[in-house]
C-alpha cells in the first residue's frame, strides 16, 4: 500500500490501492516490510507551500504480526520530494513522482548502499493531467486515480515508447465510472489501500473492506472489519492479513495502532510506535512470514565491541559530593547579562503547601548583598525557627528558598529578580542533613532582572479558550514526550514567545540601564494566593527495546524538583525551582513493561498560583506572580500515578548508534540493570498547569528508581546513559 500524496490541491492524502498478485512458488516470504512517510511538522497543514518534503525510510520488523512483536523502526535514510510533486510508492521498492517537470521513476537503493531514490527513467509527456486528480496511488504496475469528474481509471507504463526511447503510459479499460455507487464511497472515504484481492477503506472510524469479481470490473458491497477508530486519519497494509492505522499530526501524537485478520480485525499492537508525522506510503508483499526472533538492526552494525556489562547499580563511590549543603547560592544579573552589582538580597523560606487563606509573609531567612560579578551567598544558621525548621522537615529535609532583589533603574522603571533554589539544613534530631536534602540542595542559578508590575497591579488571568491555545497545551496534548526545551517566555499568543523580551518599557530598551536599589529600612514580601489545581507531571521514565522490560518505581514518598515558573505581566518563565521530598505520596510506578516499551510516569500535584508584593522600609514598591508546585494531592476519582508520554523514539538502533560509545553498556540475558542513586534527566514538558509548561527532575534513591531486566532471547541487550555512562550520573539510561 502506498499513501495518497496532494501536495497542491490541499486534497485529503490516502494510500495506495494494491492489485492482488500470486507468489510464485521460489519467492520467499518476507518477515520485514518497508514503510515510508511523506514527513511533515506536527499541526502544519496537509500541503505545506513551498516547503520540500522529506520522505524518510522505516523497517517493519512484524508487519505478519501487525507489530505485536517487533517494533517500526525509523531508518537514516531520507530523500527530498519538491513541494509541487505528488509521490506514489509501488512494491519493491520503486517510486513514481509526478512534478511540473513531467513523471520520473525511482528506487528504493539503500540496501545496496545507494540513495533512498534513486533515478530510475523519465516518462514521455502524454497529456495526463496527474497533478490535477483528485486521488492517485500506485497498485502493482499500475496506477490508479479518481479525476476530478469523480471517475475511476488506471493506467499502466510500458503504453508506448517514444522515438527518444521514454517510456509512456497507457489508460487501461474496464472500471466503473464515476456513478457507480462503490466508486463513490472510495472517493469520499479518508483513506483507501488494497491488498490480498480486497480493498479497505477508512472513514470516520471505519475500515470497510471491498471485493471484485476481477480486477477492473465492478466493487462488491462492502463489509465492515472495523469500527470505532475515531482518531484514524490513515491506514496501509504491508501484506494480506495486516493493517496499520495513523493518528493525525495535529494533535502531536503520531500513533501506529495495528490490527490482523481478514473479515474482522482484531487489535494486534495498540501503541506499534508514536512521533510519525506524514503521509505513509507502504510496500506491500504478496506474502508474509513471521518476525524473527533477532534483534533490530538496520543499516550498518555500531562498533560494540568491548563494551562494559552493566552493573546492578552504579558504583556509589562515584556519587558526587555535595556543595555546602547549608549554604545557598546565586547570580544575579541586568537584562543585558552584565552583574546586577551591589543589590541587596532578601533570602526568604518557601512554603511549598498549596493553599493558605488570605496573605502571608514568608519568614526571612537572612539578608546579603551582590558582589561586583553578581554572586551571593548565605549560610543558613545551624538553628532555624521553628516554623521554618518544621516545613524542611515535613519536606524530607530541604528547604525551598527564595532570593529576591530589587530596585529601579536610572529612568525610573521597577526591576525584580527572582531565584529559587534549595539547602539541606541539618535535622534537629540528628544533627545532619538529610540524604534526599543533601541531593537536592547546592545548585546555582544566574538569574536575569526583569521589568517588575506596580504594587497595586491587578493580573488579568487568562481564560480556558486562551490558556487552551499555549505552548503547554500543546505539551499537555501530545501522547509522546517533549523533544525539544520550553521557549524562555510562554505566553498565550504563541507568536510572540520566540522574540518576546519584557524590557521594552515605554518604547524604550531598559535592559542595559543600571538598576539602584531601595535603600532604606527593611524589606520583605507579601504573598496572596490565587488559585490552586492538581497537574499530573512527570516523575520517572522507563525503557524497554527489543527483549526486555521496564520499570519505574516512585514509591512511598515525593523525591522531585519542579521548576517555579514567575511572571510580571502575562508572560511567564522559568527561574529555579522547589524540591519536593514529603512522605505523603503512596504512588507506585509501573512494573515489567514491555517489550518495545518506553512511558513516562506521571503523579498529581496541587500547584498554587500567587501574587507577590514587594516592600521595602514599608513602601509597597512592585508585584509579581509566582507558579509554585506543592503536595502530592489525588483528586477526587482520579489516579495516583498514571502512564505518562510514550517516548519509544529516544530508543533503538539507531539511537544507540548515534550515543557515545562510553555511555554504553549491556545487560546479560536475565539479569538487570538498575539506576537508583543521583538525579534523572529534567523532563522540559513535564507539567501543564494554568497555561503554562513546568519541568521537572526526579531523585533516585531506593524508592524511586529505574530499572531495565533483560529477557533471555539469543543475544546481549544494550543500554547507554543520556548525560554519562550508565555506572556514572547518566540521569537517565535507553534501550536496545
Not at 141 to 148: C, F, K, V, W
Not at 486 to 492: L, S
Not at 564 to 573: F, I, L, R
Request: with cysteine; glycine share 10%.
Amino acid at each position: 500500500m502506498a499513501s495518497v500524496i496532494a501536495l497542491l490541491s490541499g486534497a485529503l492524502a490516502v494510500p495506495v490501492l494494491a492489485v492482488p498478485t500470486t507468489a510464485s512458488a521460489a519467492e520467499a516470504c518476507p518477515n520485514t516490510s518497508n514503510t515510508y512517510v511523506l514527513e511533515r511538522q506536527p499541526g502544519s497543514p496537509k500541503a505545506d507551500t513551498y516547503t520540500d518534503k522529506t520522505l524518510r525510510k522505516y523497517v517493519d520488523f512484524d508487519p505478519m504480526g501487525g507489530g505485536a512483536n517487533a517494533p517500526l523502526v525509523s531508518t537514516d535514510f531520507t530523500a527530498k520530494v519538491p513541494w509541487s510533486s505528488r509521490i506514489v510508492a509501488t512494491r519493491g521498492g520503486k517510486f513514481y513522482v509526478f512534478g511540473r517537470d513531467g513523471v520520473k521513476s525511482f528506487r528504493d537503493a539503500t540496501a545496496e548502499g545507494g540513495s533512498l531514490l534513486e533515478p530510475v527513467e523519465t516518462f514521455a509527456d502524454t497529456g495526463i493531467p496527474w497533478l490535477g486528480f483528485e486521488k492517485i496511488w500506485a497498485s502493482g504496475s499500475y496506477i490508479l486515480t479518481i479525476n476530478n469528474q469523480g471517475a475511476f481509471e488506471a493506467y499502466f507504463e510500458g503504453g508506448h515508447v517514444m522515438p527518444n526511447g521514454q517510456k509512456t503510459f497507457a489508460p487501461a479499460p474496464g472500471f466503473p465510472g464515476p456513478s457507480d455507487p462503490r466508486v463513490k464511497e472510495i472517493r469520499a472515504a479518508q483513506d483507501v489501500w488494497s491488498v490480498g484481492g480486497a480493498t479497505y477503506t477508512l472513514d470516520a472510524g471505519t475500515i470497510r473492506k471491498y471485493t471484485m469479481a476481477r480486477f477492473g470490473s465492478a466493487f462488491n458491497a462492502p463489509t465492515v472489519v472495523a469500527t470505532g477508530l475515531n482518531d484514524a486519519v490513515q491506514g496501509w497494509s504491508p501484506g494480506a492479513g495486516t493493517v496499520y492505522t495513523a493518528t493525525a499530526s495535529a494533535d502531536y501524537s503520531g500513533l501506529v495502532r495495528g490490527y490482523t485478520g481478514t473479515d474482522t480485525l482484531v487489535s494486534a499492537n495498540p501503541t506499534v510506535m508514536s512521533g510519525l508525522f506524514g503521509d505513509v506510503l507502504s510496500d506491500t508483499a504478496t506474502c508474509l512470514a513471521p518476525a524473527s526472533e533477532a534483534k533490530p538492526v538496520v543499516g550498518t552494525p555500531a562498533d560494540d565491541s568491548d563494551l562494559p556489562p552493566a552493573p546492578v547499580e552504579p558504583d556509589p563511590d562515584l556519587a558526587p559530593e555535595p556543595v555546602g549543603p547549608r549554604v545557598v547560592r546565586g547570580v544575579f544579573t541586568l537584562g543585558d547579562g552584565r552583574p546586577a552589582a551591589g543589590m541587596n538580597v532578601l533570602i526568604e523560606a518557601s512554603d511549598v503547601a498549596a493553599e493558605h487563606p488570605g496573605s502571608q509573609k514568608p519568614p526571612v531567612l537572612g539578608t546579603t548583598t551582590t558582589a561586583a560579578d553578581g554572586s551571593w551567598s548565605l549560610t543558613l544558621p545551624e538553628e532555624l525557627p521553628a516554623d521554618v525548621a518544621a516545613v524542611a522537615a515535613d519536606n524530607g529535609g530541604a528547604l525551598n528558598v527564595s532570593a529576591t532583589v530589587a530596585g529601579t533603574t536610572s529612568s525610573g522603571v521597577p526591576m525584580i529578580g527572582l531565584d529559587h533554589t534549595v539547602a539541606a539544613p541539618e535535622d534537629p534530631a540528628t544533627v545532619q542533613p538529610t540524604a534526599f536534602g543533601v541531593a537536592v540542595s547546592g545548585e546555582q542559578h544566574t538569574t536575569a532582572m526583569i521589568p517588575a508590575a506596580a504594587p497595586d497591579t491587578t493580573f488579568s488571568q487568562p481564560t480556558a479558550a486562551q490558556e487552551a491555545t499555549t505552548y503547554a497545551a500543546e505539551q499537555d496534548a501530545s501522547s509522546i514526550g517533549a523533544a525539544s526545551t520550553a521557549p524562555t517566555w510562554q505566553a498565550d499568543n504563541r507568536a510572540l514567545e520566540s522574540s518576546y523580551t519584557p524590557y521594552i518599557v515605554n518604547g524604550t530598551d531598559v535592559s542595559g540601564q543600571a538598576v539602584t536599589p531601595y535603600s532604606s529600612g527593611t524589606c520583605e514580601t507579601l504573598r496572596t494566593a490565587l488559585s490552586s489545581r492538581i497537574a499530573y507531571t512527570t516523575v520517572g521514565e522507563g525503557h524497554a527495546n527489543w527483549d526486555a522490560y521496564a520499570t519505574v518505581d516512585y514509591d512511598s514518598k515525593l523525591s522531585t524538583t519542579v521548576d517555579v515558573a514567575v511572571s510580571t505581566g502575562s508572560t511567564w518563565k522559568a527561574s529555579g525551582g522547589v524540591s519536593l521530598g514529603s512522605s505523603v505520596g503512596q504512588t507506585t510506578g509501573y512494573t515489567n513493561q514491555g517489550p518495545n516499551f518506553a512511558r513516562q510516569y506521571q503523579i498529581p500535584i496541587q500547584y498554587t498560583k500567587y501574587k507577590y508584593t514587594y516592600y521595602c522600609g514599608g513602601i509597597a514598591r512592585s508585584s509579581y506572580q509566582k507558579i509554585i508546585a506543592g503536595r502530592y494531592s489525588v483528586p477526587a476519582g482520579g489516579a495516583v500515578g498514571k502512564m505518562g508520554a510514550d517516548v519509544r523514539y529516544k530508543d533503538g538502533y539507531s539511537k544507540f548508534n548515534a550515543s557515545p560509545k562510553s555511555h554504553r553498556a549491556y545487560v546479560e540475558p536475565g539479569s538487570y540493570f538498575q539506576l537508583s542513586r543521583g538525579k534523572s534527566v529534567k523532563w522540559n514538558g513535564a507539567a501543564s498547569v494554568f497555561g503554562v509548561s513546568l519541568g521537572a527532575a526526579t531523585t533516585y534513591d531506593r524508592d524511586h528508581k529505574q530499572r531495565i531486566t533483560a529477557g533471555r532471547k539469543a543475544g546481549r541487550h544494550d543500554i547507554w546513559g543520556q548525560n554519562d555512562r550508565v555506572s556514572g550520573n547518566p540521569g537517565l539510561f535507553f534501550s536496545w
